[in-house]
């Protein structure tokens, strides 16, 4: 007698093995790719932080170095002063006066930029971990250019420590408040010092400016995607 094979039914087994597996692959890919987006949340949310951070800090630097580019201003300003000893009751357009002109330029902010979320970032591989090219772009660009800051940074402590030597020269030191003797306003080596700390001030306000406006665009990027 000829044995009937159950095709039916080793069909129906096969088809449900076979669906078993794609279903447990599935299953799989589901849980790494929603393993790797909580990863990418965790360190886009660590990004989002680092950059408000940032942005005060560039807010900040730049402020300063305003104040330093509009205290060289004023002080550049003002006529020669030889025939007195000090200089009197001369107030700049906002009421700073040469002694609150000289404190303002003595002092000086490095830029500086916050790395841990992108040391992080980069260490488990950008394209790893972040699954859109514009946002991994975007920030590459950010960091790459906050990484470049020996232009704005390098000669902010040695142009101050040159200006204080100057001033040392007539006993004046810009801290202590004391009366500005008229001579330094009419020595050419303190109004060259002046004039460097004013323009190396402005690119450093305009720095910090940029990267500020860097900072929030990715910012805001950065938070549209984690919706």
């Given at each position: 007698?000829?044995?009937?094979?159950?095709?039916?039914?080793?069909?129906?087994?096969?088809?449900?093995?076979?669906?078993?597996?794609?279903?447990?692959?599935?299953?799989?890919?589901?849980?790494?790719?929603?393993?790797?987006?909580?990863?990418?949340?965790?360190?886009?949310?660590?990004?989002?932080?680092?950059?408000?951070?940032?942005?005060?800090?560039?807010?900040?630097?730049?402020?300063?170095?305003?104040?330093?580019?509009?205290?060289?201003?004023?002080?550049?300003?003002?006529?020669?002063?030889?025939?007195?000893?000090?200089?009197?009751?001369?107030?700049?357009?906002?009421?700073?006066?040469?002694?609150?002109?000289?404190?303002?330029?003595?002092?000086?902010?490095?830029?500086?930029?916050?790395?841990?979320?992108?040391?992080?970032?980069?260490?488990?591989?950008?394209?790893?971990?972040?699954?859109?090219?514009?946002?991994?772009?975007?920030?590459?660009?950010?960091?790459?250019?906050?990484?470049?800051?020996?232009?704005?940074?390098?000669?902010?402590?040695?142009?101050?420590?040159?200006?204080?030597?100057?001033?040392?020269?007539?006993?004046?030191?810009?801290?202590?408040?004391?009366?500005?003797?008229?001579?330094?306003?009419?020595?050419?080596?303190?109004?060259?010092?002046?004039?460097?700390?004013?323009?190396?001030?402005m690119r450093a306000a305009a720095s910090g400016?940029?990267?500020?406006?860097?900072?929030?665009?990715?910012?805001?990027?950065?938070?549209?995607?984690?919706?």
């Amino acid at each position: 007698m000829t044995r009937q094979v159950p095709w039916l039914r080793i069909l129906a087994e096969g088809f449900a093995i076979l669906v078993s597996i794609l279903l447990a692959f599935g299953i799989q890919a589901w849980w790494e790719d929603r393993q790797e987006r909580t990863v990418e949340a965790a360190l886009l949310t660590g990004l989002v932080e680092d950059l408000r951070r940032d942005s005060a800090d560039y807010a900040g630097f730049a402020a300063v170095h305003r104040e330093r580019v509009a205290g060289a201003e004023f002080l550049l300003s003002l006529p020669d002063q030889d025939a007195r000893p000090e200089l009197g009751a001369e107030v700049s357009a906002e009421g700073m006066t040469p002694g609150e002109a000289f404190q303002r330029i003595a002092r000086f902010a490095r830029l500086e930029t916050v790395r841990v979320s992108y040391d992080q970032i980069t260490a488990a591989g950008m394209s790893q971990v972040i699954g859109d090219p514009e946002l991994r772009r975007m920030i590459a660009q950010y960091y790459g250019e906050a990484a470049n800051r020996a232009d704005v940074n390098d000669f902010q402590g040695s142009l101050s420590d040159r200006l204080d030597l100057s001033l040392r020269e007539y006993g004046y030191i810009a801290s202590d408040g004391d009366p500005v003797p008229a001579a330094l306003i009419s020595d050419r080596v303190v109004r060259a010092d002046i004039r460097r700390i004013r323009e190396a001030s402005m690119r450093a306000a305009a720095s910090g400016t940029s990267m500020l406006q860097r900072a929030t665009n990715l910012m805001a990027v950065t938070r549209r995607h984690l919706r």
